[in-house]
């Protein structure tokens, strides 16, 4: 909230303080008052362990989030009010306006149609495209994301493609609408490494042509940092650090931040230095419990940490960490060095 | 499918052979001579009474003949039943009512289950649990009763046999439609179709119908043979279409009283019709379920 002022330009998202809870007897937090913004063209990296909620807040923008779920907070979209919206408006929205791509293709697409049937399908329910126009569009689109004999693909079903072109086809649907908003929720993890740089290449590529803004979830840190321009670290339900790409990268600000770029091999580093693991497990429901939910596996807690839970801070240079020690000069990196002298 | 070639493309797409005979350069032998069996079964029961003998004129100077005997009418290929009436006719005109009930209770049985057990399993909460319930509690009453009664109350006719018949039918259908449904709405599949902006309607008739089509395809043959048989039974039972029109169970009825006689064409001539329609659609619905299945369709898909 302390860091809006220079958000209020070209915005395509603004998420303002929300929570999202799953009722199933008692209701279990899932993300706390979290906020963040998007603007237009511009990618936002959503990084963090698995049950932190990135997930969680990717759907809650397209609000496709199970019936059991209590959404609390506003949630802007090209200015629209996405939680006071009716359903027909929510539809014409998805898959229009903004678009989500999965993490696993194979179970994303429909295995019974052919994967040119499936983008006519979305160009049917948001433009006025049908029959031959739709087909010829569609065979456009699968060589704008670089399938190779687009046409006689379009007959093809999912299971005889591979895995890269599958993604390669989900991003095909994902854009035939120009949607000014791409959640990419997991895109590269279930591909090897080599198609996952070409994936990555071709999402930069594609943003920059439709100049469409990204948010980009993912726990691969690599990844991010290949696409990011900025980066939001979100921990059991919360963002605990977000900035600019580069530096959040090279001097994260935040313990979690920290653990999370020192659990990432490196080609280049020293081959004998041992991978630092983070100690424990993001915790059920702590996004409830007083103090700083980190606190458990954070190397550096203090008294107060247990008591109160810190503010998302701005620590100067346009950067934010939600960390008592956090401030501009305190890094968790360099604190780790002088406590081992 | 329609051709594509596009000037913008690397290469034309090739020419796509029709569904038809593709479907059929994939059949083996056996599905081949179930198709050529239905096919028969079909025209004979569409033609046939056209061409044969009136089903109920009797010739009581010839009662219980052979097959290939000679009589007032000319020769009687098939036979004569008790009161001498042309077996062939008879058998031909029975063809025609059993199809006709068995098919149309089973399109209404399955199209009505289907898109109870979808909207069932898709919608859940409240709908679901009244829905299920009614298919409980018709299911806990044994199907045959259920189809006595209501055959014994409402008036016999084609029309009360479809619906009765349909009855048995509708359930099955829900069951399964319904568990198919529940599984398949919490996959990617579902969010992804949600995530594109369709509606429930859509979503319903075009990502998850096309999923379960196979397991359709299975019980709608496994269900015309269910049918037809019970069909049989109610004619049988005289519950049926009333005599003296002629359906394949109230044949078979009326002939076992005479198989103790040594009059084995009464019996064996209709019966040997309804395990044939059956056993041919079974073999075409099994070869068809894989087919359906671009998954399954194997080596040259």
């Known amino acids: 909230m302390e860091r809006r002022d220079d958000r209020e330009r070209d915005e395509v998202l603004a998420v303002e303080d929300l929570s999202v809870g799953f009722v199933q007897d008692e209701t279990r937090t899932v993300l706390a008052r979290v906020s963040l913004s998007i603007g237009r063209g511009e990618t936002l990296g959503l990084v963090g362990e698995s049950g932190c909620g990135k997930s969680t807040l990717g759907r809650a923008v397209m609000r496709l989030l199970p019936a059991n779920a209590t959404m609390d907070g506003r949630i802007r979209l090209l200015g629209a009010d996405v939680l006071s919206m009716d359903e027909r408006a929510m539809r014409r929205l998805r898959g229009g306006a903004v678009a989500m791509i999965f993490q696993n293709p194979m179970s994303a697409l429909n295995p019974v149609l052919t994967i040119g049937r499936q983008i006519t399908e979305a160009l049917e329910t948001h433009t006025g495209l049908r029959g031959r126009a739709a087909t010829a569009r569609a065979v456009e689109l699968l060589h704008m994301v670089g399938i190779s004999r687009p046409a006689d693909r379009a007959h093809e079903y999912p299971h005889q493609l591979s895995g890269g072109m599958r993604q390669r086809a989900m991003i095909a649907m994902a854009i035939s609408c120009d949607p000014k908003l791409l959640i990419a929720d997991e895109p590269t993890t279930a591909l090897d490494v080599t198609v996952q740089a070409q994936i990555l290449d071709l999402l930069a590529s594609l943003q920059e042509k439709l100049s469409m803004a990204m948010l980009f979830i993912s726990h691969d840190m690599s990844a991010v940092a290949s696409v990011a321009d900025r980066i939001a670290v979100m921990y059991a339900g919360r963002i605990v650090e977000e900035g600019a790409a580069a530096p959040l990268l090279r001097d994260p600000a935040h313990p979690y931040t920290s653990g999370l770029l020192n659990s990432v091999p490196h080609v280049d580093g020293a081959r004998r230095t041992r991978l630092q693991a983070i100690p424990g497990s993001v915790s059920a429901g702590s996004a409830d419990a007083a103090g700083c939910s980190f606190r458990p596996r954070c190397g550096f807690a203090i008294a107060r940490c247990a008591v109160e839970t810190p503010p998302l801070a701005d620590i100067g240079a346009g950067r934010a960490a939600r960390c008592w020690l956090a401030s501009a000069d305190w890094r968790p990196a360099a604190a780790a060095r002088s406590m081992a002298t | ?301």
């Open chain 2, 1 to 301: 499918m329609a051709i594509l070639s596009d000037p913008r493309t690397d290469q034309p797409a090739k020419p796509q052979p029709t569904a038809l005979r593709r479907l059929l350069s994939r059949c083996p032998p056996s599905v081949l001579a179930a198709f050529v069996a239905v096919a028969l079964v079909v025209a004979v029961a569409a033609f046939g009474p056209l061409l044969a003998r009136d089903p109920t004129a009797q010739d009581l100077l010839s009662v219980l003949k052979p097959p290939l005997t000679q009589g007032n009418a000319g020769t009687y290929l098939l036979g004569t039943d008790q009161l001498g009436r042309d077996l062939l006719a008879r058998l031909v005109s029975g063809m025609r009512t059993s199809l006709l009930i068995t098919f149309f209770a089973v399109l209404t049985g399955g199209v009505i289950g289907t898109a109870i057990g979808l909207a069932s399993g898709y919608l859940g909460g409240r709908v679901d649990n009244l829905l299920m319930r009614v298919v409980d509690i018709q299911l806990a009453v044994p199907g045959v009763l259920l189809v006595l009664t209501l055959a014994a109350v409402l008036r016999p006719g084609v029309g009360t046999t479809i619906c009765v018949l349909s009855l048995i039918v509708w359930v099955v259908y829900a069951r399964v439609a319904r568990a198919q449904v529940l599984s398949l709405r919490e996959t990617d599949l579902v969010m992804a179709a949600r995530a594109t902006g369709c509606s429930d309607a859509r979503i319903l008739l075009y990502h998850v119908l096309p999923n379960i089509a196979g397991s359709i395809w299975v019980i709608t043959t496994l269900e015309f043979a269910h049918v037809m048989i019970a069909e049989a039974a109610l004619g049988y039972l005289g519950l049926g279409v009333p005599p003296p029109a002629p359906t394949l169970g109230a044949m078979i009825s009326e002939g076992q009283r005479y198989l103790q006689l040594g009059k084995w064409w009464l019996v064996v001539m209709p019966g040997f019709v309804v395990s044939l329609t059956i056993i041919s659609i079974n073999a075409i619905g099994n070869w068809l379920r894989d087919m359906l299945d671009p998954r399954s369709r194997g080596r040259s898909g």
